[in-house]
Structure formats: C-alpha cells, structure tokens
C-alpha cells in the first residue's frame, strides 16, 4: 500500500537555528498534508499541498511539494522554542489517509 | 462549539479485557477515522469510515472492532485478540471529499496491565 516515508526521525536544534522536514514516497501523491502535534497534544492541520511544485508559507514556516509530486518539505526558518514538537506529513486519496513516522524537533532556548 | 470528543481520555484495564473508546463529532463530518500512536512510530491507521454503516480496514486494524450507526457517532473497541494494546488512540473526522484537513480528537491514552 501507499507509504511516507519522514526523516529524521529526530532534530535538536539552537533557537535560532533552521530546521526541515523531508516527506518522500515511492508513488505519486495526490496531496500532501502537513500537522504539527506539541508534546502531549493532538495532530493540528497546518496545510496542505495539491500542485506540482507548489510553494506555500505560513510566517517563518515554507512547505514545497515536489514537481514529481512523490516528495515534500517544511522549512522553519530561525526556530523558536514555541515551534517545539512532532511534524507529520501525510497523503492520501479513496478516503485513506496515510502519515509519515513524524520528526520530533527539539529546540534549546 | 464543534469538535470531537474523546472519551475516557485515560483508561487502564486488565490483560485479556475488551475495552471500547467513544468518539463522537458534532462537525457534520462524513469521515472519520482512528488511529493508534506509539512513540517512534508515528499515526498508524486502525480503521474509517466515509459513510454511515459502512467502514474500512486500515494497515492494522487486527484486534480492532468499530461501528458506523449514526453519523456523529465512531466507537472503537479493542479487543482481547490485539496482542499490544497499549497505545495512544486519535479519533478523527473530515468532510467526505478527497482533500480537506483531518480534526483530531484529545486521544484516549490505554493501558493494559
């Protein structure tokens, strides 16, 4: 079945720092979504994408999904300690939707 | 105001226990699904269910029972045969079309003991 695939897994970075989010999958996505879960909440729908190389910002936050529409990228700039927790990507068409393993970021103050 | 709830939001039972987590949405959503979450292993999806009376099987959903009875309405019940029931679990519904965003529930933190 249909799989994205996150890395890393993991991201400590300084405040200040920049920090990014890859999402990749073997097949062709339809879509692309993006959710932010702060430590000890639930999922919260940042964006989603549907164009090939679309390019999408929120504030210091840039989302981009491929021209090939298999991969996609959320780009903090200049982190702050509010922007802590695990980003999903996700996909999905027919009702299913999939999501990454997350990228859990750590920001030291 | 709209939304999902869960409920309980924490639950500890006895090994070999059936256990069933209410999820009910007052969005007027056709969607909704649920999820299980372990740490490093990001959302993995139990089952959905686009329509009243009818759902589907998600990547894991062996050990799993749900019902669509009403459309507000997405009980899931975990059952003795899940070998690794301790989980957190997220509910979640969307409007029925093909995109759209995903509103999650608080989740229901289980404990098998």
């Known amino acids: 079945g249909q799989q994205v695939m996150q890395i890393p897994q993991y991201q400590h970075v300084q405040e200040g720092e920049d920090f990014t989010t890859y999402c990749n999958s073997s097949t062709t996505l339809s879509n692309i979504q993006w959710y932010k879960q702060r430590p000890g909440g639930h999922p919260v729908f940042l964006i989603q994408?549907?164009?090939?190389?679309e390019v999408k910002k929120q504030k210091r936050l840039t989302f981009q999904f491929g021209e090939a529409k298999k991969n996609s990228s959320l780009h903090i700039t200049a982190t702050q300690t509010t922007d802590v927790g695990t980003y999903f990507c996700a996909s999905g068409n027919t009702g299913k939707l999939i999501f990454g393993q997350g990228t859990t970021l750590q920001v030291k103050p | 105001d709209g939304g999902i709830t869960q409920s309980p939001k924490y639950l500890f039972r006895k090994e070999g226990q059936n256990v069933t987590l209410s999820c009910e949405q007052n969005l007027n959503h056709d969607a909704m699904y649920w999820y299980r979450q372990d740490p490093g292993q990001g959302l993995r999806l139990i089952y959905y269910?686009?329509?009243?009376?009818?759902?589907q099987k998600g990547d894991i959903a062996e050990g799993y029972s749900v019902s669509r009875e009403k459309k507000e309405s997405f009980p899931l019940t975990v059952t003795s045969a899940q070998k690794n029931p301790t989980a957190f679990y997220l509910c979640a519904s969307k409007t029925a079309a093909n995109t759209g965003e995903l509103f999650f529930g608080e989740g229901s933190r289980l404990t098998v003991l």
């Open positions: 269910s686009q329509i009243v009376n009818d759902f």
């Open positions: 994408l549907v164009k090939s190389g």
